[in-house]
């Protein structure tokens, strides 16, 4: 194991995560190479400008966010081309996992530049260590849709999906996400909601999908903050059960009325009408029935 401190090496992107609540996380190595390397790379120049006034870090810094990666992209290649190490960040977190940065290393690896991870807090892995779920499959959906409809689209997409799910969510939409991942993916699966992990308002809490809004409401503050949400993957059986639905809908749909397929093929399958209804929808766009 390297015991050493570790100076930053020219012409080499760090991919560095820096905490995301607690400044306490940040690692030995991540400081030893933000002191050392030439330039950081912030997502707010503001927001990293305090973690590194914070640990007495005097260093250029520069700006690469959501709007302007593409364009950075190139800056960041140049200056590596120049010979300047360079540490990639993000205000929390770790970079390229829902916030930026993908861009960033993408373009630094096409020029054949050397990248290397310095890990740290992840909200992700934070949040799955404290689940109890069985991890054998995760799948990180990320933030989904502002839209109802188009939200409502990809977790349709997803009803079937036997791996745990990931999804990142803010607190003006959680409501509307647990309402909808009830209607859709089913009240009696697993949540576990964890908000503002490693902060000083950090909660988690286990239920059913139909408890939680429950549980978010009973207090004011637990609409609050950021969160993620680990939902339990279908069951074998309830994946082929909607295949089956989906099947006869489509069968039904040929023969009969829209409103009239969905109420016949709830009768048979005992699916959830409002789901079978949405996929209704989507199968006569698509020209069926």
Request: charged share 25%; proline share 3%.
């Amino acid at each position: 194991m390297h015991k050493q401190i570790e100076e930053a090496k020219d012409a080499t992107l760090y991919v560095v995560a820096t905490p995301i609540g607690n400044l306490r996380d940040i690692s030995l190595r991540a400081l030893d190479i933000l002191k050392s390397v030439n330039i950081v790379v912030a997502e707010d120049t503001r927001v990293t400008g305090k973690l590194l006034a914070h640990f007495g870090i005097d260093v250029r810094l520069i700006s690469s966010h959501e709007h302007n990666e593409k364009q950075s992209a190139g800056g960041i290649v140049k200056l590596l081309a120049e010979g300047n190490s360079v540490a990639l960040t993000t205000d929390a977190g770790t970079p390229a996992i829902a916030d930026p940065g993908s861009e960033v290393v993408a373009r630094v690896r096409e020029k054949g530049f050397r990248v290397v991870p310095i890990p740290g807090a992840s909200a992700l892995s934070a949040a799955l260590s404290i689940s109890g779920e069985r991890l054998t499959q995760v799948l990180f959906c990320g933030f989904l849709p502002a839209k109802d409809g188009e939200r409502r689209k990809v977790l349709d997409a997803l009803a079937r999906e036997w791996a745990t799910l990931i999804f990142y969510e803010t607190p003006h939409r959680i409501l509307k996400t647990i309402d909808d991942l009830a209607a859709i993916l089913g009240a009696e699966r697993r949540i576990v909601l964890c908000r503002e992990l490693t902060k000083m308002h950090e909660e988690s809490h286990a239920c059913e999908v139909g408890a939680a809004r429950t549980w978010l409401e009973a207090e004011p503050s637990r609409t609050r903050g950021e969160f993620v949400l680990i939902v339990s993957g279908a069951a074998p059986e309830e994946s082929l059960d909607q295949e089956e639905s989906e099947r006869v809908l489509a069968l039904l749909m040929a023969q009969l009325p829209l409103k009239q397929a969905v109420a016949l093929t709830s009768e048979i399958t005992h699916a959830r009408k409002n789901a079978l209804y949405r996929r209704a929808l989507e199968l006569a766009r698509d020209g069926v029935g």
